[in-house]
């Protein structure tokens, strides 16, 4: 059972950003946990490591506008017996920091906690250089590296816990607007597994982060058309939960990928990869293709380019025609 | 037992020696850097450092990080005359298999702090590690950051300079390894670094110039940086690159150059001879 909630694509669906969800759940790791420790670089509110400046001071620190210095002085406090969340907006961390991400804390094998804030298209109006795209590709090629995008606040509530104890370099992926809030509590949550969302033999939409809200209301839609969408939400990109994965590819032997991302080396490339060498299988990749983002509200950026839950829809409408037709 | 400053001097002197021996049997690896850091290391190892060869994650030592690990044969040399591990293990330099990688791997040897290579981003996590250590409470433990000259190009190495100051770090030392060369020539002409000591003045450090060869002086300089409160610390080491080896000195040639076996015989027999001002060889 997912327990998910049953309003899904209804308009009175709750709304909350997921990093909220990363500040209960860093609020609730640091006081279990002593050796927790907040860093920013001069996003301290925006990120939600204020959680720690508030409750823990001399837990907190502030590096300043330096990324490449949040993520070594990090890799320098993992040394000494700490467990460090070091945050910025995804395009700066890891965006601007990747190499002392992968010498000093992969290579290392520092328990660093990344939190890329900001990520995707949906940070909206700030536009192209504030909107990360390539941080699924860039950190999922690091070996050490776990890396996780969660669907909504609940989730990445439960994320947080789960990487502040799992010993190992770590990403997580959070968006900035307020987003619907679908799993629950009692929702399934464990690193390196993939969940099968909603049950269906026609076609595979496989989803994480952000995107998976949008392939839940589009299997929805897709069920009045008579269309049984099997969604697998995989909310672990490395490591990857192949079997979950397999089994649901070899089930429908149609498979969709979404995500708010660079498809180019992000999510529907790990899938892909995959697929290609152990279930050869029909691949769609849906997301961003070889594009900057721009200025614009969420919606309609999501809408732009193609990665909502209508567009999912048309695309599966696209590869059944032949066979439902 | 502690060693005189005579008995230092000969330890670094028959460092040199491995350091040549080591990277001749490797085929590569720099030569420049390794050589003039030879009096520093062994002043650290054998008698600034708390440490445990035996214990390498005691945790009460001291911790040195090593920021230009380009420059790691001379941390791999005098630890195995520490006795972190047996010396014929040095002849496994840059080989398959071996736990001493042409960079250091903290993963791969017990003792290395730190994995580093990519240049100007060891002060940062010096700075991380004597953090931690003011969070805890801990005051009786030193971190020592060993950096060279070149790789103050980096805007990663002022970023850690900026916070170790708005932190006060006092218990972090930084030993910089002016050689004045870097790979693609003398570090004035590649990017002036000048005027040092004025900089780091600047940046709120507590500063100190020695002769990095005098190892009187490097124990006192490291003496005066743990007796500095409120402040981090940094010792300018003046440095000769090549040290030992004539024609290697000041040669920015051999920064990186790996040496054939004629190269190597040579360089031998001048630091086995003190530069010919003795006969004997067998050292």
Not at chain 1, 124 to 151: C, F, K, S, W, Y
Not at chain 1, 316 to 324: A, E
Not at chain 2, 183 to 201: C, F, N, Q, S, Y
Request: net charge negative; with cysteine; aromatic share 6%.
């Amino acid at each position: 059972m997912m327990h998910l909630v049953t309003n899904i694509g209804d308009a009175d669906i709750k709304m909350e950003s997921n990093r909220k969800g990363f500040g209960r759940g860093l609020l609730a790791a640091a006081k279990q946990n002593d050796k927790i420790v907040g860093l920013c670089a001069d996003l301290t509110e925006s990120t939600q490591i204020s959680v720690i400046a508030e409750e823990f001071p001399d837990r907190y620190v502030e590096v300043g506008v330096a990324e490449q210095n949040l993520a070594t002085v990090g890799s320098g406090m993992a040394a000494m017996g700490k467990i460090p969340f070091i945050a910025s907006y995804a395009a700066f961390c890891p965006g601007r920091d990747w190499e002392q991400i992968r010498t000093t804390i992969c290579l290392n094998d520092q328990p660093v906690k990344i939190v890329g804030a900001h990520a995707g298209v949906s940070v909206g109006p700030d536009g192209a250089t504030h909107q990360m795209l390539e941080d699924i590709a860039l950190m999922r090629v690091l070996p050490n590296m776990v890396v996780v995008a969660p669907a909504d606040s609940v989730e990445a509530e439960k994320a947080t816990l789960a990487i502040a104890k799992n010993g190992k370099p770590s990403y997580i992926r959070l968006s900035r607007s307020d987003i619907p809030v679908f799993t629950t509590a009692d929702t399934p949550f464990e690193l390196g597994k993939a969940y099968v969302f909603n049950e269906g033999s026609d076609i595979s939409i496989m989803a994480t982060g952000t995107m998976t809200y949008h392939a839940m209301a589009a299997a929805k839609m897709l069920k009045k058309d008579g269309i049984s969408a099997e969604v697998i939400h995989v909310p672990t990109i490395k490591p990857l939960d192949e079997s979950t994965i397999l089994t649901s590819a070899k089930k429908t032997g149609k498979v969709i990928t979404i995500e708010e991302a660079q498809i180019a080396g992000g999510f529907g490339s790990a899938i892909t990869e995959l697929l290609a060498e152990k279930l050869p299988t029909q691949v769609f990749r849906m997301g961003i293709r070889d594009h900057f983002g721009e200025s614009g509200k969420p919606e309609e950026l999501l809408n732009k380019f193609g990665i909502s839950s209508v567009h999912i829809v048309m695309q599966v409408h696209g590869m059944l025609g032949k066979t439902k037709a | 037992m502690q060693l005189t400053i005579k008995q230092l001097e000969e330890k670094a002197a028959q460092i040199r020696i491995d350091i040549i021996k080591m990277l001749e049997h490797a085929g590569s690896g720099h030569t420049a850097g390794p050589l003039d850091l030879a009096d520093i290391f062994t002043a650290m190892y054998f008698h600034i450092l708390k440490h445990d060869p035996k214990n390498p994650d005691w945790q009460e030592r001291d911790i040195l990080v090593l920021s230009n690990g380009h420059t790691v044969p001379v941390r791999y040399v005098t630890m195995a005359h520490a006795a972190y591990f047996p010396k014929e293990e040095l002849m496994t330099l840059r080989k398959l298999g071996s736990r001493l990688q042409g960079h250091p791997e903290r993963k791969r040897l017990p003792g290395l702090e730190s994995t580093s290579g990519p240049l100007g981003s060891g002060l940062s996590q010096a700075a991380g590690m004597a953090k931690a250590l003011a969070i805890d409470g801990v005051g009786h433990r030193w971190v020592y950051c060993v950096t060279s000259d070149g790789e103050m190009d980096e805007g990663n190495y002022w970023e850690g300079v900026m916070f170790a100051a708005k932190y006060n770090l006092h218990n972090l030392i930084v030993i910089i390894d002016r050689n004045n060369i870097q790979i693609d020539g003398p570090t004035e002409h590649v990017m002036p670094l000048e005027d040092l000591r004025a900089k780091w003045e600047a940046f709120g450090w507590h500063v100190q110039e020695i002769d990095g060869h005098n190892m009187e002086s490097i124990i006192d300089a490291c003496s005066m940086a743990r007796a500095v409160v409120e402040r981090p610390s940094v010792i300018i080491a003046h440095t000769i690159p090549g040290k030992g080896v004539p024609f290697m000195e000041y040669d920015y040639h051999f920064h990186g150059m790996m040496h054939n076996a004629d190269e190597a015989k040579k360089a031998l027999k001048a630091l086995r001879t003190l530069k010919g001002k003795i006969e004997s060889e067998a050292y």
